[in-house]
């Protein structure tokens, strides 16, 4: 792993694990249901009162929801608004996303820079290895800011549309085939109604196949590159991530396993442009 990978996550993950707290307090009672006070129903009135998160982005976000389910079923509605969404932020996240794959296709040459100077621990010989690799980056047109600074402005958006889908009043009422969206997976399943395991597996598929699809697109197009090998993968990350969404998909309501599942399906399309973006660039 390169030394760019790992202060990366030193920075992601906590930032990450604070923005989910704050984004999730104070939403779900002991009861393990959302908190009347928190519910937003149609018709509510606006206020910034509520507070600044809530106001500029979870309620617009649920009210839309509220209202297009209307016309098109609470099932369609959050399909409808995660997708918006997802698409929405994909410009932003384009530029993150092509210069991710670009590292990954440059981490053989890295990692030979980084064992040429294996052993060699004096100022020099660092700084002449943090040279050649800076270099490698500058000749591949690859801005370590423009990986992960898109990634952070558009968390707050994905932490209120996840808000959003549990708090909407259309939601916590909302049925699909006659099957409540309120109700976890776990509770169909144990109940034996169908509905519940197919949606818990479409899940857990669309989770493997945005896990891995990365990883599958990054080993073809390093292919193209004579003479090296493909960038080694954390596989357990992947596995772990997915180990998570299938807990999710397990303890948290319907609603909001088909948000899950649209927005992995979202991403799964989005990673295609972006292969694509890049070959029609020459960034294969």
């Not at 669309?206 to 699809?213: E, G, H, K, M, P």
Request: a positive charge; glycine letters at 6%.
């Amino acid at each position: 792993m390169t030394k760019f990978k790992s202060s990366r996550w030193k920075i992601l993950v906590p930032l990450l694990l604070m923005l989910f707290l704050v984004g999730c307090a104070s939403v779900i009672g002991p009861d393990g249901k959302v908190m009347p006070e928190k519910i937003i129903t149609l018709g509510d009135e606006w206020s910034f009162s509520m507070g600044w998160f809530d106001a500029l982005i979870v309620w617009p976000l649920a009210q839309f929801l509220n209202f297009i389910s209307q016309y098109t079923g609470v099932f369609m509605g959050i399909v409808i608004l995660t997708a918006l969404v997802n698409l929405a932020m994909f410009p932003s996240q384009l530029k993150s996303q092509v210069m991710n794959q670009k590292m990954q296709m440059i981490n053989p040459k890295i990692q030979q820079i980084q064992e040429k100077y294996k052993g060699m621990t004096d100022q020099n010989s660092q700084l002449r290895m943090n040279t050649e690799i800076q270099n490698l980056y500058k000749k591949n047109d690859i801005k370590l800011g423009s990986i992960f600074i898109p990634t952070f402005a558009t968390l707050p958006v994905i932490l209120a549309l996840w808000q959003a889908v549990q708090r909407a009043q259309v939601v916590i009422d909302g049925e699909f085939l006659g099957n409540s969206l309120f109700t976890t997976p776990m509770a169909g399943m144990q109940a034996g109604i169908p509905f519940y395991f197919v949606l818990f597996v479409v899940l857990i598929v669309v989770q493997i196949i945005s896990a891995f699809l990365p990883s599958y697109l990054a080993k073809k197009a390093i292919k193209t590159y004579p003479g090296q090998k493909p960038p080694q993968n954390n596989n357990t990350m992947m596995y772990v991530m997915v180990a998570m969404m299938g807990y999710f998909g397990l303890v948290m309501n319907s609603a909001m396993v088909i948000y899950l599942s649209v927005s992995a399906v979202t991403r799964i399309f989005q990673q295609f442009f972006t292969q694509r973006h890049m070959n029609l660039n020459g960034n294969k």
